[in-house]
T-cell receptor, first 110, second 118 residues
């Protein structure tokens, strides 16, 4: 099955700086790569996703890039704000079963 | 609230007892998933339904676990003879599958049911 690795496991950034989280996946058939944000005690919520026919996607301060050849994808958050502090999970699938990374705890320092 | 709802939100039980969790998905969603999340880890797939049919069960789901979705609407996850290793957050999610059978993408998660086995 699919195996998704995510790093770093923790990331501390100064408010206003950028944050980058990287993930690799094992199954070359995977074609859908979402990113979920989970605040403490809350449900995971989709923040951005990308499909395998696209190399990059942006939504305001967040962007995701995908390199199918290398089988890795990354989340970029620019101009970080305190409300960006949360755990971020990457995931991959080729159909119905999302395989998640272990998560990155992002802390934005004021 | 028209999102995915789960109950109970918290359950504390003694080892050996049975517990049941309920999930009400978004009404028009035809796929329903159960995931398990332990501290410091991402959600792990347990099982999923398309309408009332249970189409896949993970090897993580031992014989003590059973899930149902009797009318293709709400679902229950029962754990029999609970063990301390069952302590986790049990997340339900739902999604909409298009006519071609392909997933439209986003999973909508519930707030989860946290199980503590003493």
């Amino acid at each position: 099955g699919e195996n998704v690795e995510q790093h770093p496991s923790t990331l501390s950034v100064q408010e206003g700086d950028s944050a980058v989280i990287k993930c690799t996946y094992s199954d070359s058939a995977s074609n859908y790569f979402p990113w979920y944000k989970q605040e403490l005690g809350k449900r995971p919520q989709l923040i951005i996703d990308i499909r395998s026919n696209v190399g990059e996607k942006k939504d305001q301060r967040i962007a995701v890039t995908l390199n199918k050849t290398a089988k890795h994808f990354s989340l970029h958050i620019t101009e970080t704000q305190p409300e960006d502090s949360a755990v971020y999970f990457c995931a991959a699938t080729n159909d119905y079963k999302l395989s998640f990374g272990a998560g990155t705890t992002v802390t934005v320092r004021a | 609230d028209t999102g995915v709802s789960q109950n109970p939100r918290h359950k504390i039980t003694k080892r050996g007892q049975n517990v049941t969790f309920r999930c009400d998905p978004i009404s028009e969603h035809n796929r329903l998933y159960w995931y398990r999340q332990t501290l410091g880890q991402g959600p792990e797939f347990l099982t999923y339904f398309q309408n009332e049919a249970q189409l896949e069960k993970s090897r993580l789901l031992s014989d003590r676990f059973s899930a149902e979705r009797p009318k293709g609407s709400f679902s229950t996850l029962e754990i029999q003879r609970t063990e301390q290793g069952d302590s986790a957050m049990y997340l339900c999610a739902s999604s909409l599958v298009g006519p071609s059978g392909s997933n439209t993408g986003e999973l909508f998660f519930g707030e989860g049911s946290r199980l503590t086995v003493l």
